[in-house]
């Protein structure tokens, strides 16, 4: 959602949040839209949550939901109360009870005269004699006797202060919040290393920001001047002395003359001998990570080497626990902090603990492979430039697996394996150059730590960063940061850190341009050029060989647009697997670059996942004989050609050159219309018609007179001339519609596709008759100008202009919302597939319009309006007409018919 109060372009989610609060409005639709347009702003599942608990039992149960999962991202006191709430409701006097008890536990009683009486009635409800708190002021509430929900109240973490700090001109600035109590201003104490003290109250709030997004922030400043009688460096933390994250700092520190990035310092001449190992793991939070962490390296430990975990005060006693029974078996190494001071420091710790030894830096959220750690230390040592060595894993910025860009799911232990196996058998020992390591999972030679030094506390504070600058300051002594292509580390990444985590970043990676200037353009350049590339691609193929597990495959060809054609791939993809083949699809893949992308676009071969194997792109003008080599190895025994949208020319030789016969599936109109979808204008500033389908002539000149959504170069009488070769060189010719071939008849004499439908009209459905008087019309899908935009627009501004009774909902989204809303239109935005049946069900529409004005070759939202119980209208044109007349489901218009009729028609119609 806008960070703005408010905005002038109606389609925003801003503009549908601030629809909500308008009298009269239905508030749950217009939250829900906005929800749809930014489905991660918290503050409007928040609000949507909090309507829908007017809304009964059912209400109840979604909005038991929302609550629950903003109050485990954000812990708001807001979102617990209406968890309580919502169990309340619904009968469940235990989870009322366990809501109640995390809000009592890191939030103070506000001024709201309600909730003690609602906290007291929880606490009955659940066998308790009455509950404890704390309110902002630090004074105990108490109502009822022993036993007490939420005694004793915690006072650490209700007077806990979140924030960050970073040096500015000389002296500091930062945000904080105390989020026990968020609308109060922060008190907050400056402690210098000389031990003097002085405190100061935060300022005005700050403008909302992602990373706390349900808190205010609260800006605070010191000049130099003013930090004149403390030495550094800083200490500024609340009243209990827990330090903001970024402090202790010296903002001298930041004073560093700058030392450009890219800089390389010569290189080792000769390799050291190879040293003893050391695995240093921090732990802070997370008991079952670590647990599982703890177990996987050290089955993964090569013999001789340490595993030494340093505790950095954790508050975990289970943890703490944990780490002690280790220790005490002799399976750790464990050193302990008094107090909690950072990841850099915890291994600064465990570094002095392991001098001269090569090191893995570990995080305690990662589960690490039998072999992983023997790979990364025959890559530390394959070369002697090599400083530092990062497995590839699923969350790993540059080392990223499968998506380079990250957000790949964790495998367990089992699946990390397999990865790790496969990716050894796959790139062996391969390394890659990358800017700067992962410390995820970091190995650092004896040699290269000895000169570079340890990480910077005094600069990177808590984290985050350190590794980048540790990695470039041993760049510019001549060490190379690596990448091991032929090990994997899975890594869950986020567990330690929560708050203000994310300014903490965004501050530390400022650092690291101030002090390496054009940080930020080495990691783009590098992501750009991608050195792992080649390696990603060969393992996803692997994986794909292993998937296919010595089938035979069926290879379809498509585009990357989704839509019907999607669909549809993906029926054939589950039929394939069932009959035992093992479908590979390729598809389009839109380049992701700033720069115009070039037509055709890159080919990605995949197993009907994209996600599954993102490296396989192929540039088809130069890696055609790649793509054949690489299909050759997969037993492809049928070509299917659906769609040629995007993709290069020389795919439709690829089947021969594989030595396999193709089938030919056909979607749209392409094989004879340049535009595709039979559609034209009679003049250029003209909605878009039915062409009615002229000769070759009439065809010609279609295309001349505009160009706009031509999307074949070839002349008409070559297009036809090429379909016709291709069909009669096709094992079979598909289509899913009879009007589909009769259309495809004309132009094709003697051809004779094979009609199979794309769903079954035959199975029984039970349609509601619509209502009498006033009437909701649903508008399934994305709405473009083929599929209808012009006439609902007109039909919407008609109801509008002679205050019918016709209210119009798009079930999706539109080519162009703002005009749509302005008339009147409801939006839902877009959907994913499994929300349509209880989109319907909320909106209760009446009757299914669908206004495409192209001949459709099959219309999948007919069979969508039909499962939901919906009548339908379409034009008399292609196989939504068709298929209406045949299973007499709805209704047919005459195509053409102006908005006025369009509108009496949905208004008057019965079944």
């Known amino acids: 959602m806008s960070k703005t109060p408010g905005t002038a372009d109606p389609s925003t989610a801003t503009a549908a949040y601030l629809r909500a609060q308008r009298p009269g409005e239905d508030a749950l639709f217009w939250l829900q839209r906005a929800k749809r347009l930014a489905p991660k702003d918290p503050r409007i599942d928040l609000e949507l949550a909090q309507r829908e608990l007017a809304a009964g039992l059912d209400g109840a149960k979604r909005a038991a939901a929302r609550f629950a999962e903003i109050a485990a991202k954000h812990d708001s006191a807001t979102a617990w109360i209406g968890l309580a709430i919502a169990a309340q409701i619904q009968g469940d006097a235990a989870a009322a009870a366990r809501a109640a ?48 929900l939420g005694a004793p109240p915690d006072e ?114 000769r390799g050291p001998r190879r040293a003893r190992l050391a695995i240093i793991m921090p732990v802070y939070r ?48 464990l050193l302990r902090h008094e107090a909690n001071r950072g990841f ?75 990865l790790d196996r496969l990716a050894h058998k796959t790139n062996g020992l391969g390394w890659a150059e990358i800017p700067t390591g992962v410390g995820f999972c970091l190995y650092i030679r004896h040699d290269c730590l000895q000169q570079t030094g340890a990480l910077r506390t005094a600069l990177f504070a808590q984290g985050y960063g350190e590794e980048n600058d540790f990695c470039l300051r041993a760049r510019h002594l001549g060490f190379a940061s690596v990448a091991a292509l032929g090990a994997y580390v899975a890594h869950r990444g986020g567990v330690s850190f929560r708050g203000a985590t994310q300014a903490l970043m965004r501050r530390n990676q400022a650092v690291l341009e101030q002090l390496f200037p054009g940080y930020r353009a080495l990691i783009e350049a590098a992501s750009a050029a991608d050195a792992l590339a ?57 380049p992701t670059t700033r720069k115009a992308p070039r037509y055709p676009w890159p080919a990605l071969l995949c ?96 295309v001349k007179q505009d160009r706009r959504g031509v999307f074949e170069t070839l002349p008409v009488q070559r297009l036809l001339a090429r379909s016709r070769a291709e069909f009669a060189g096709a094992r079979e010719v598909r289509v899913p519609s009879g009007d589909m071939a009769r259309r495809l008849a004309r132009h094709f004499p003697g051809l004779k596709p094979r009609i199979t439908a794309w769903d079954d009209d035959s199975q029984p459905v039970s349609l509601r008759p619509p209502r009498t008087g006033a009437r909701r019309i649903a508008v399934l899908g994305g709405i473009g100008p083929t599929k209808g935009y012009d006439v609902l627009l007109d039909c919407a501004l008609d109801a509008k202009a002679r205050a019918l009774p016709l209210e119009f909902f798009i079930i999706g989204s539109s080519a162009e919302d703002g005009a749509l809303l302005e008339a009147g239109v409801k939006i ?84």
């Open 101 to 148: 008890e995390e809000l009592l536990a890191r939030h103070c009683l506000g001024e709201d005269p309600q909730l003690p009486a609602f906290l007291q009635h929880i606490s009955l409800n659940a066998g308790y004699g009455g509950f404890q708190g704390m309110d902002a002021q630090g004074t105990r509430i108490q109502h009822g006797q022993p036993p007490f």
């Open 534 to 590: 080649p390696a990603r691609a060969a393992l996803d193929a692997a994986r794909l060989q292993a998937a296919r597990a010595g089938r035979r495959s069926v290879l379809l060809i498509s585009h990357g647009h989704g839509g019907g054609v999607a669909r549809q791939i993906e029926r054939v993809c589950a039929a394939l697997r069932a009959q035992g083949k093992f479908p590979l699809v390729l598809t389009t893949k839109f």
């Open 344 to 418: 850099c420091d915890a291994v600064n710790t465990g570094l002095d603990a392991a001098k001269n030894h090569d090191v893995i830096l570990l995080n305690s959220d990662v589960l690490v492979p039998k072999d992983a750690f023997a790979t990364l230390r025959e890559v530390a040592y394959a070369a002697p430039c090599i400083g530092t060595v990062t497995p590839l894993s699923n969350e790993a910025t540059l080392c990223s697996y499968p998506n380079p860009a990250g957000g790949n799911a964790m495998p367990d232990l089992a699946g990390a394996t397999r």
């Open 828 to 911: 839902t935005g877009g959907y994913k597939p499994e929300e349509l049946d209880s989109l319907i069900a909320e909106i209760q529409p009446d009757l299914a319009f669908i206004p495409s004005i192209c001949p459709e070759t099959w219309c999948f939202t007919l069979t969508e309006a039909w499962a939901a119980g919906l009548y339908a209208l379409v034009f008399d044109l292609g196989a939504q007409a068709e298929r209406v007349r045949a299973t007499q489901r709805g209704a047919v218009l005459p195509l053409g018919l102006p908005a006025e009729r369009i509108n009496n028609a949905l208004l008057g119609i019965n079944f």
């Open 286 to 333: 997370g008991l079952e990570e670590t647990r599982a962490a703890l177990a996987s390296a050290r089955r993964a430990l090569p013999p001789g080497a340490r595993l030494i975990v340093v505790d950095d005060a954790t508050p975990e006693p289970a943890l703490a626990a944990l780490l002690n029974r280790a220790a005490k078996r002799g399976q750790i190494e």
């Open 607 to 702: 197993d009907g996942h994209t996600q599954t194997s993102p490296n396989l792109t192929f540039d088809l003008a130069r890696q055609f004989e790649a793509l054949l080599a690489l299909l050759r190895g997969f037993r492809v025994e049928r070509v299917e050609m659906h769609h040629m949208l995007g993709q290069h020319e020389a795919l439709r030789g690829l089947a021969a050159a594989l030595g396999v016969r193709q089938d030919i599936v056909l979607h749209d109109y392409a094989s004879f219309c340049p535009r595709v979808s039979l559609l034209n204008r009679p003049t250029r500033e003209a909605p878009l018609r039915y062409c009615g389908e002229p000769d070759v002539k009439g065809c010609e000149t279609c």
């Open 156 to 269: 650490a973490v209700l007077n806990r202060i979140e924030g960050v700090v970073e040096a500015h001109r000389g002296g500091l600035r930062g945000w904080a919040v105390r989020p026990a109590a968020p609308d109060q201003k922060p008190r907050l104490i400056v402690t210098g290393g000389n031990g003097t003290r002085l405190s100061l109250t935060c300022g005005a709030a700050l403008p909302a920001d992602e990373a706390t997004p349900l808190l205010p922030r609260y800006r605070f400043s010191l000049t130099a001047r003013r930090l004149a009688g403390l030495t550094p460096p800083y200490l500024v933390s609340g009243a209990d002395g827990c330090a903001l994250l970024g402090a202790p700092l010296n903002p001298e520190d930041f004073a560093q003359r700058p030392r450009p990035a890219a800089r390389r310092g010569k290189a080792p001449s």
